[in-house]
């Protein structure tokens, strides 16, 4: 008995950290079109002294809004 409640609970915790890993990915994902979307505003100028390209970071994509 003691073994199938430890099987469920570690598939359960299992779960609620692939569930968590997903929603940082997401998070992440959003939080880098944002800032994207801030970089393609600067000239290119400002992006190369910085160490941007204004195509890689096109092909990343971008955001205009935080939502």
Avoid: P
């Avoid at 400002?46 to 939502?67: C, K, N, P, V, W």
């Amino acid at each position: 008995m003691t073994i199938a409640t430890r099987t469920s609970t570690s598939a359960s915790s299992g779960f609620m950290r692939r569930a968590f890993d997903r929603m940082i990915e997401a998070r992440t994902v959003q939080a880098r079109r944002y800032v994207n979307g801030y970089l393609l505003s600067l000239d290119d100028a400002t992006l190369a002294a910085h160490g941007y390209d204004r195509a890689q970071i096109e092909r990343e994509g971008a955001a205009t809004s935080a939502f």
